[in-house]
């Protein structure tokens, strides 16, 4: 039994956790205000470096030994698109569990050596992936690796916090029975990806929750968590060697290979025109084109003109049209929708009920000169320049932030200097670019959905 071991599994007295939690606890707090201040310039130029185990685990690292904090971040390829027909709702109730035991240690147990380690551990079921975290103090890393260890290979999934945990997601289920924009957003789904599993509900239905067994999760952790698709970011006071070891403490024994369904390509359904009716004072719109995948020699063209039509908060064309002329709305926005398997770009806004035709019709316009004209040189120049210098606010400000980036870069298949070259990249876009993607999305019908009073009767 390695010391780690013994000192988890042993208790210790309440005098001698009461001091390492108060100690844990004062780290802890010492490095969070070092983690909220503005990221440094070196964030620009920082380090990173491949690191790969003995049982070919490979991670990306950036050392920081700055504040005594490590923040890991990491990815398996399988997601709520994988849960079985009828049992939906399955990624996200297992990915609730992982902290409710694992190994030896139950419910409270497991949550006390957490405390006891100063670590904070999160899971996350989306769409295409399973994303988990934890961040912890540098001198507590063996015990908080001890715990990660035991939560990503041998989770208890005991019947009790099954059954809590599943009762929390249905009492949000049935919350959002009566909430209008949720009924919208499953027919939204439903209208554009048909029977696809991009269409069905990331938490399940009352029915597929009921469903779903102790030995159900078991089997979907076990066909999921293999070391093939699985993305791994570490920022923070840890070395590459020690991270060698740590990375196969933590996955090296997990499968080679998944065992995943495989998931079709889906084309999102354009040219339907879906009317949610709701007596509501406000209008909520959303608009769908086609998208462009983060693979394609386009994507940064696409990336231009969306930041232009609608992707910058407070100087793109929807916003001074819909917003700053006319006051139809708070906020008005266009973004990319990037799954693995589908893509789309989609509009949103609301708007008073009595004024959404107009707003609407404005929408339709300032996409239809965009998709005609594309943007100026002045537009163009002057996004490029904000997305290449907003880049490290946005992505680079904390360990924890840097982490989910490079996570992020290994899914989408970008290479590890793609931060140094990225300027470059957006440079090289020229104005005919983004005038021809513009007019390849947004030529399109896109698919239409009104929640609030019927057009009609607003019209009349």
């Keep these: 039994m390695t010391l780690a071991l013994e000192r988890m599994t042993s208790v210790p007295s309440p005098e001698r956790r009461e001091g390492k939690v108060c100690r844990a606890i004062a780290t802890l707090c010492f490095a969070l205000f070092f983690l909220q201040l503005p990221a440094r310039d070196a964030r620009a130029e920082m380090n990173i470096q491949e690191v790969k185990s003995k049982k070919d685990v490979t991670a990306w690292l ?31 109730l297992m990915t609730g569990l992982f902290e409710e035991g694992a190994g030896d240690l139950d419910s409270e147990a497991f949550r006390r050596k957490l405390d006891e380690a100063g670590a904070e551990m999160s899971f996350q079921a989306a769409r295409d992936g399973t994303y988990g975290s934890m961040r912890m103090l540098s001198e507590e890393k063996d ?38 924009n949720t009924v919208a957003q499953q027919r939204w789904l439903r209208a554009l990806y048909g ?9 399940g239905t009352k029915e597929s929750l009921a469903t779903i067994t102790s030995s159900d999760i078991k089997t979907f952790h076990k066909a999921s968590f293999a070391r093939r698709g ?49 007596d509501l004072p406000q209008t909520s719109l959303q608009l769908a084109w086609p998208g462009v995948k983060r693979s ?13 039509l609608g992707g910058s908060s407070f100087t793109s064309r929807l916003f001074e ?14 973004d990319l929708v990037d799954h693995d398997h589908s893509n789309a770009l989609v509009v949103a806004t609301a708007t008073r009920s009595d004024r959404a035709a107009e707003t609407l019709a404005i929408v339709r316009k300032v996409v239809k000169e ?60 020229s104005l005919e670019d983004v005038r021809t993607e513009a007019r390849k999305l947004l030529s399109a019908d896109p698919t239409v959905m009104i929640v609030g009073p019927p057009l009609t009767d607003i019209k009349g």
Excluded: C, W
């Excluded at 050392?63 to 390829?77: K, N």
């Excluded at 001890?146 to 929390?168: C, G, H, M, T, Y």
């Excluded at 029977?195 to 938490?203: G, I, L, S, V, W």
């Excluded at 394609?296 to 232009?308: G, K």
């Design 296 to 308: 394609s020699p386009d994507f940064y063209a696409a990336v231009l003109m969306n930041e232009i």
């Design 195 to 203: 029977q696809h599993p991009y269409a069905r509900p990331d938490e």
């Design 370 to 429: 965009m998709a005609e004209k594309g943007p100026t040189e002045e537009e163009l120049a002057a996004t490029k320049k904000y997305l290449i210098g907003s880049f490290a606010i946005n992505h680079l400000k904390s360990s924890d932030s840097i982490a989910a980036t490079l996570v992020g870069l290994q899914r989408d298949n970008f290479a590890m200097d793609y931060i140094k070259n990225r300027a470059a990249l957006i440079e090289a876009v």
């Design 230 to 278: 699985l993305h791994v970011a570490v920022v923070g006071d840890i070395d590459a060697a020690t991270l060698s070891g740590k990375l196969d403490e933590v996955f090296g024994d997990l499968p080679q290979a998944d065992t995943l369904a495989p998931v079709a390509d889906v084309t999102p359904r354009l040219g339907q025109q879906l009317e949610v009716n709701y």
């Design 321 to 334: 049209e819909v917003r700053e002329k006319r006051g139809l709305a708070y906020g008005v926005s266009s």
């Design 143 to 180: 015990e908080a690796f001890e715990l990660l260890k035991l939560a990503v290979n041998s989770p208890r999934f005991d019947q009790a916090p099954i059954d809590r945990i599943r009762s929390q997601i249905l009492s949000g289920i049935l919350a959002n029975e009566r909430d209008p």
């Design 62 to 92: 950036v050392e920081d030994h700055s504040i005594p904090l490590i923040a890991i971040r990491f990815v398996f390829d399988s997601g709520s698109a994988q849960d079985p027909a009828g049992k939906e709702g399955l990624a996200n």
